[in-house]
T-cell receptor, first 116, second 114 residues
Framework: AQTVTQSQPEMSVQEAETVTLSCTYDTSESDYYLFWYKQPPSRQMILVIRQEAYKQQNATENRFSVNFQKAAKSFSLKISDSQLGDAAMYFCAYRRGIQGAQKLVFGQGTRLTINP | NAGVTQTPKFQVLKTGQSMTLQCAQDMNHNSMYWYRQDPGMGLRLIYYSASEGTTDKGEVPNGYNVSRLNKREFSLRLESAAPSQTSVYFC?????????????FGPGTRLTVL
């Protein structure tokens, strides 16, 4: 069974600085997708960024980027120029690439605090 | 568009009571999902419906039943609530089952079972 591990329960960063959240996963498959979701205090789950395993190029969305290391099964999230609105729980998630595969497997989450 | 809506937002039950959580999406999505989130944990899949007329078990289906009423609506029923079912429940939907299609989440229902 696939598992996703986030080893940092909490992180903090100064406003305008850069922070990296770690995620590792365990799978024997070669085709899959990886996601980072943000959950602010409102509880709403918001997709931040996604990566297809077959793509070598790291995904980027504005201030958010990933470092995808397929051989190491690592998928870290870098937030540049941190803003107060980035404070939230961040979840790493995995989904198999086969047709009909539905299950998103989530990590335990990392609580990110932004210090003004 | 409202996206994914869930009712109720909060609910308190006594052990043994039953209730149904409602979910609806207006994005014409084929697939819908029910997750639960316990404190300090990520979301875990309870049940999903790949398309109208089909439902399948996820990771933690025990104690729950689901109904895909039509393409828009997917309900989750607790027949006899237990304190272990105290959790936040999220409904989600996605356009299709293949590719990197995104799952869109509702705002969640906080359920407490006394």
């Amino acid at each position: 069974a696939q598992t996703v591990t986030q080893s940092q329960p909490e992180m903090s960063v100064q406003e305008a600085e850069t922070v990296t959240l770690s995620c590792t996963y365990d799978t024997s498959e070669s085709d899959y997708y990886l996601f980072w979701y943000k959950q602010p205090p409102s509880r709403q789950m918001i997709l931040v960024i996604r990566q297809e395993a077959y793509k070598q190029q790291n995904a980027t969305e504005n201030r958010f980027s990933v470092n995808f290391q397929k051989a190491a099964k690592s998928f870290s999230l870098k937030i540049s120029d941190s803003q107060l609105g980035d404070a939230a729980m961040y979840f790493c998630a995995y989904r198999r690439g086969i047709q009909g595969a539905q299950k998103l497997v989530f990590g335990q989450g990392t609580r990110l605090t932004i210090n003004p | 568009n409202a996206g994914v809506t869930q009712t109720p937002k909060f609910q308190v039950l006594k052990t043994g009571q039953s209730m149904t959580l409602q979910c609806a999406q207006d994005m014409n999505h084929n697939s819908m999902y029910w997750y639960r989130q316990d404190p300090g944990m990520g979301l875990r899949l309870i049940y999903y419906s790949a398309s109208e007329g089909t439902t399948d078990k996820g990771e933690v289906p025990n104690g729950y039943n689901v109904s895909r009423l039509n393409k828009r609506e997917f309900s989750l029923r607790l027949e006899s609530a237990a304190p272990s079912q105290t959790s936040v429940y999220f409904c989600a939907s996605s356009a299709r089952t293949s590719g990197i299609n995104e799952q869109f989440f509702g705002p969640g229902t906080r359920l407490t079972v006394l």
